[in-house]
């Protein structure tokens, strides 16, 4: 695991002797505080570990003080259980200069093997050049062969590189390497069929597809099986309608991730596109939601303006060097 979590500070964060390094960790992940803070200690930072409890739901705001913590350090790490990243404290953080990662879920193996064996720097110039794409267009239509045909408008919204490199005043997830931007509110139109993961509320990999229905920006319809249930009564019982809000589109392009139903992985994989719901602030969307969930897709074939940028799950040369 050393091997990985000194990657995350001399690569992902370049981080520096005598910065601060803040550890956020929760009961569950807090055994992953250890080489982290060792990997910041070895290059002469200063390591603080701040034990919370876990969220009780993914996008829910970490205790006032964590929060304070966040926004006066150099860098933050949060390998927690239940994500902080779709928060108002993250937005602050980066707003305040911070550099920050978000390792939600991560396991001992993700420190070892998959996403993080990458070459982040090799990746970023692709990343860079869809969210540029992205903030450049206006209409996007996405289809797969399962289904999904969704309407969205980009027009004056930012292109998110999260190239899991960063410098102040970003954060990015970690292994996934994703291009994203969050739609016009109430512009997302049509049908999304998830057929890859929904890796959240222990859900994971899809043994069927899930079917979602979309009007004006919202979520009006989720018809499936079992997991189908799970993700409709979980968004029922949150009594938030913006939970319903959709709030992103995602690209990965990691060519190491590999899916297995855990988030950070599954969102990374080379051509797999997400759908995220819920809250959008941190991507530049208005919606502070309950949550934030993504919907995972195989063989997307995304147009944005006209130009092919994948094509049935594949980067066209619109993306390659």
Not at 37 to 55: D, F, H, Y
Not at 279 to 297: E, M, N, P, Q, R
Request: net charge negative.
């Amino acid at each position: 695991m050393l091997h990985g979590a000194r990657k995350l500070l001399t690569v992902c964060t370049r981080t520096g002797a005598d910065e601060s390094v803040l550890i956020v960790t929760d009961p569950q992940l807090q055994d992953l505080a250890e080489p982290l803070a060792l990997a910041a200690t070895e290059i002469g930072a200063e390591a603080t570990v701040c034990l919370m409890p876990a969220r009780t739901a993914h996008g829910q705001e970490p205790p006032a003080p964590v929060a304070a913590a966040m926004a006066a350090t150099d860098v933050f790490l949060a390998p927690v259980s239940v994500s902080i990243t779709h928060t108002r404290a993250v937005k602050k953080a980066v707003q305040a200069g911070a550099r920050g990662l978000v390792l939600t879920g991560f396991t001992h193996d993700m420190l070892v093997a998959g996403g993080i064996e990458a070459d982040f720097e090799a990746q970023a110039p692709v990343c860079r050049r869809l969210a540029a794409i992205f903030e450049a267009g206006e209409k996007v239509h996405l289809t797969t062969p399962a289904g999904t045909d969704l309407r969205l408008d980009a027009t004056g919204r930012r292109g998110n590189a999260l190239t899991c490199i960063v410098e102040a005043g970003q954060f990015s997830t970690v292994p996934t390497i994703e291009a994203n931007f969050s739609p016009m509110e109430g512009s997302a139109r049509g049908v999304i069929v998830a057929d890859a993961s929904i890796p959240y509320l222990d859900i994971g990999l899809l043994d069927e597809p899930v079917r979602v229905q979309v009007q004006d920006g919202f979520i009006t319809e989720i018809d499936g099986g079992a997991q189908a249930s799970v993700l409709r009564k979980d968004l029922a019982g949150q009594r938030d309608p913006f939970v319903y809000n959709v709030a992103e589109l995602g690209v990965g392009l990691n060519p190491q991730a590999r899916l297995c139903g855990l988030m950070l992985e599954d969102e990374g994989v080379l051509g797999v596109v997400h759908i995220g719901i819920g809250t959008s602030i941190t991507l530049g969307g208005s919606i502070k939601a309950k949550v934030h969930y993504d919907l995972l897709i195989h063989g997307a074939t995304l147009d944005v303006d006209g130009q092919i940028v994948l094509r049935d799950g594949e980067m066209t040369s619109v993306l390659l060097p």
